[in-house]
């Protein structure tokens, strides 16, 4: 006959199996080790916008991560240039995923690369959080229970745009575009937007990337009167148009508006060259101290002011880390709980939350540049004209089409 337990016993063995549950439930950090990959473009047309101030700021968000937080387990970071090409970009990621222990993969700018990197991170059950790509496709029909959208979208920069519609009366847009996820996802959102601000699109032209002669588009443009020019490319195709518009006269009869345009290529046209340009920001290193403070670190690291999608980069690696020393788990799944559940407030975002769609919402600005007389130092360019909160800048939960969302 069996003796029968004591309740102490009886108590140490239900606590013992609930510690067993909880231990097989919650892995701890695979191989000690939290491995973060910078997927990036590092000689392309976006490799101003990201490239190796990409890996900069990721390797500062590692360095201050230890430092403040001294985890019990060690961080590394790889990089690699996907070159613009979606299957490079796909082959590396299921390289690292599978032999390069990568827990998490970042960046990832070019829309097609980040929607390739996307599917294989789900395959694989791995973490990508997207910093540099702004195609709505991750967050709508292609959304992941892997995946976060960090950054910006097409959806928000077109909404924040369309604002100039009303306040400017610039109702009648003609659209420059890239060919490709990009340029197509800007020029739907944006003719979209327009039209809910009571505009019109007169027309499309889509040009290829790294194109270097914009003359037969830019005249299309021009051709159609519209009062707004739209450029619905990015980085260098950006950069190559907006300098083709000055030397083809184009403004001040048009209006150029970039649907993407950051201080980086401000900065490169300098203020006389840009004077007047509204752009939607998701960042300003001016913004306030504690932008100013990160900034002046990463200019003395980098020797440029960052860009939306350098800091953006570190605010994602940053609150990845502390989600998993709060975990205390690398794995996914969890890790991903504990990003949803804690609001993000830092150098980068204000008003942070990540939805269950994968979007992180927060504030975004609409800037305009300044005069040149109004600069009072290199970088200096932008005129916060309205802080656009981050509920009425990206896409309603109730228009998603993203199989994650409860409608």
Aim: aromatic residues 8%.
């Amino acid at each position: 006959m069996k003796k029968a337990m004591s309740l102490g016993a009886i108590v140490a063995t239900a606590l013992a199996a609930g510690c067993a549950g909880s231990l097989a439930q919650t892995p701890p950090i695979s191989d000690g080790t939290v491995k973060i990959g910078v997927l990036t473009d590092m000689t392309g047309v976006f490799s101003d916008l990201a490239g190796a101030g990409a890996v900069t700021s990721v390797q500062m968000a590692i360095d201050d991560f230890v430092e403040q937080a001294k985890p019990s387990f060690k961080v590394e970071l790889v990089s690699a240039d996907h070159q613009n090409k979606p299957d490079i970009g796909a082959g590396i990621a299921r390289q690292w995923y599978d032999t390069g222990n990568v827990d998490l993969i970042t960046d990832v700018i070019n829309s097609g690369v980040a929607l390739a990197v996307s599917g294989v991170a789900e395959s694989k059950n791995r973490m990508l959080i997207v910093t540099g790509s702004g195609s709505t496709r991750l967050t709508n029909e292609q959304c992941s229970a892997n995946t976060i959208s960090y950054t910006w979208d097409t959806y928000s920069n077109a909404n924040g745009q369309s604002r100039i519609v009303k306040s400017l009366g610039l109702d009648t847009w003609y659209f420059v575009a890239v060919d490709y996820a990009l340029g197509k996802s800007l020029v739907t959102e944006a003719s979209a937007a327009i039209g809910r601000s009571g505009g019109t699109v007169s027309g499309t032209v889509y040009h290829p990337i790294s194109t270097i002669d914009l003359s037969s588009f830019l005249l299309q443009a021009q051709g159609s009167k519209a009062k707004v020019i739209g450029f619905a490319n990015a980085g260098a195709d950006l950069l190559n148009s907006i300098k083709a518009a000055r030397d083809f006269n184009i403004t001040p009869g048009q209006a150029i508006v970039p649907l993407v345009g950051t201080i980086t290529e401000v900065n490169a046209l300098g203020a006389a060259a840009a004077q007047g340009m509204i752009l939607v920001e998701p960042f300003y290193w001016d913004l306030d101290e504690l932008s100013r403070q990160w900034s002046r670190r990463f200019f003395a690291k980098f020797g440029k002011m960052p860009n939306f999608v350098q800091a953006g980069a570190y605010s994602a690696v940053m609150n990845y880390l502390k989600a998993v020393q709060t975990a205390k788990t690398d794995e996914p799944g969890a890790v991903m709980k504990q990003l949803k559940s804690a609001p993000i407030n830092d150098m980068f975002a204000r008003n942070g939350h990540i939805r269950a769609d994968g979007r992180m919402v927060h504030d975004l600005y609409l800037v305009q540049v300044k005069a040149p007389n109004e600069v009072k130092e290199k970088w200096d360019y932008y005129n916060v004209r309205e802080t656009i909160p981050g509920e009425e800048a990206f896409q309603p939960l109730a228009t998603s089409k993203c199989r994650l969302v409860t409608q």
